[in-house]
């Protein structure tokens, strides 16, 4: 060996001893039994949060606040019913190609010609590419909260699913791959086991060194099983669906506790065309007779956190319309009696039906407690346990709709256009959202005029009203608002998930890994 | 050897006909299930029109016997239709999930016998004395707590307090290992990797003996019940005046003989552990195709249901066809009556 070489040598193995050797940063996370990976179909929790991170969407929400602010788009400009977008020219797919008006416009049309997942937000608009970074969405009429509900337009790369598909809309290929914009791409999706995201190199946001290098989303854990995971430092994010006493245990052992709220609410819906809830007196009465404080400590995690706060009127707080947060719900016995006195049946002839599903154990206990509140009344009910299946068939008819159905509803894309419309307007009745069969022509103008109205006061004006209307005729008890909990390893630092002021305000947006900080 | 090949073929001719019957006899408990699959597929928020336009592609819009033609007309070709769970082909679905499933059974099944059977012969060969008893109560215990219930103690006592053993999955995250059989052990093994290997060992082995506890402890009742018969025959006696040592009379005269009833049972609790596998495979994440099953039919996937049960029906026909074999193989009784019969 020469001089030189042993000095080239030296100086190699020198070089590879001082640099500093960085360990693949990893975070797990878990979620329901399947994950939905074509952005089409998303509908659910987890389909959102493989959405939100493998496809980019032309606004998302502001954080911390209302409204919504450019992401692949730059700006906007809409005179009601036509909305034109110009776009980054700077954004390139996973693939490598250039993302342009016409992915958009593929993305809209494919959504629609698949129907399925939250294509309905989609189905009276047309768009057109009017150059590679312009692009017009044509309403068929005018419709506020459009830009709202382009959070749910994942952009798909067209050429890429093209060059690997035969079909159009290459339903098969994206079941299984990814092929947007987004911060991570799929490195392998098993829909009953797991799916792997790693950081993309080309994200045009740039993706921090903090954040995760890889992302293993598992699908349907059992609850002891995660309890372990996490416990043994090999799960980092449970999901929101363990049970509370399982948060409970995790927080004790020194699980920090992250939380998603101002999306939804859980709702007791009666059956408005059913004796005696047909009755505005008697729905009153027993929406005074719940003992709201109850249900809330109910589902209490411990004296900070809890999976809901009171509900302060129809509307979650945050969300226009919304009442002070302070102005709660209350149990108040002798309104119930007046309006039990005011009501046209006989409270002894009453038996009224209280269904729980299934699949949610949580719900069961909230009919006992309906039971011994409208006992308490001099009311008798049935509690009555449903499965989904069961429940969502018998809901398309009233006659077969219980007296008491319980929901968790969610506003898909956090506008409460979304939340409402579908459970109040009388063109929506007999959905899984709508067992009230509400049919009132006030809600009715309310709902439509926070559809068309021009601006956001006008819009916090239009569901002002119908807050109050909805109070004033009580179809729905209205439980408490909706805060997803979280628990989860020190490992990682979540700011959207953790800090009021970094917060989405929309279901699973609190996931995007860019956002999180890997601290091991 | 003509009498086993005739055996054979009767059995594959009744198989067949079971599963024509299981088919037909799922084919109609899944579409009396509560729920419409086009609606549960599609989600809560699909409109009337789309429901609509999903039944008519399903045929869920035509008679029951039309249905089934279709079905068996698409099974023909090997198109057991797209699964509305994942999404995918249910073919696909079971070629990726099936072997998870069978390598676990296996594994389990292999336990069963090795721990079940001489389990139950210790006892027989010491009734009465302290092996007995502890045997005994060891089934008891195992029998009683369904494989859920044993994956969730074990999970605690060797995952959780003890961190002796991985909690989920078939293998460390680290591994990436190239699919050929599917059966993660073997796959391991034809690519040389040692660590991967001994990874899918490690993994396999707590929800494998969860899933065996309630089979070893059958096992070892009836090899002990049956054994402890068999010592009363008279040529077992005869064996002890010769003299001959008791090991030698438990292994070589009074083992055989007990073992056939026992077959019969380990194949039926073999094939039933594809079916009890879910819980086990749901409390150690193991993406095997029981999970799945369980999962369609709460989703009520026409599809997929018929196409998880078909075959775990058909599993369950050849490992009972294998049993058979096998006793025949055992049994010259069962030889000569089948060749006597054809």
New interface residues.
Partial sequence: MTRKTTLATVLCVASLLSTPIFAETVLRIDEVAVGELDPAKASDYADSILMFNVYDTLVIPQQGGPGHVAHLATSWESDGATYTFELRDDVKFQSGNSMTAADVVYSLERMQALGAGLSYLFTDVKAEAKSDTSVQFTLAQPYAPFVASLVRLPIVDMAFVKANSESEWGEEFLSANGAGTGAYGVKSHNPQEETVMTKSDSYFLGVPDVAPDTVRLRYGLEAATVRTLISQGEHDIASQWLPPEVIQALAKDGAQLLTESGTGAFYFKMNTTKAPLDDVNCRLALSHAFDYGTAVQMIAINDEVSAGSPASGAIPVGMYGANPADAVMARDMDKAKEYLDACKYDAADFNIEVSWIAEVPLEERFALLMQSNFTELGIKSEIKKLPWALFAEQVSKPENTPHISQLFVNAVTGDPDTLLYGMYHSSTPGTWQSPEYLSDAKVDEFLDAGRSAADDAGREEAYKALNARLMEIAPTIYGFDRQSVFAASNRVKVPALSDASQAFGLDGMGFSFRLMEMTE | MASVIGLLFRRLLISFIVLIGVSMLIFAIARV????PA??A??????AE?IE?LRAEMHLDESLPVQYAQFLSDLSRGDLGTSL????PVTT?IV??LPATLELVFLAGLIMVLVGLPLGILAARYQGRWPDHLVRILALLTVSAPGFVWA?IL??LF??YL?LF????RIA?IHEVQRITGFLIIDTLLAGNVAAFGSAIHHIILPAVALSLSGIGQAARLTRANMVETYKKPYIEMAHAYGFFPNRIARSYAFKPSLIPSLTIIGLDFAAMLGNAFLVE????W?GLS??GV?VILR?DLNAIMGTVLIIALTFLIVNIIVDLLIAFLNPRIRYSTREAS
Avoid: H, S
Avoid at chain 2, 33 to 36: A, C, L
Avoid at chain 2, 42 to 47: E, M, Q, R, S
Avoid at chain 2, 85 to 88: A, I, L, V
């Fill in positions: 299930i509560p729920g419409d609606r549960i599609l989600g809560p928020n699909a409109k789309q336009q769970y994942t999404n995918r679905d990726q999930f969730v999970m605690l995952a959780f961190p991985p909690i989920a999955g995250d749901a409390v150690f994440a993406p999970r799945y999962a009520k």
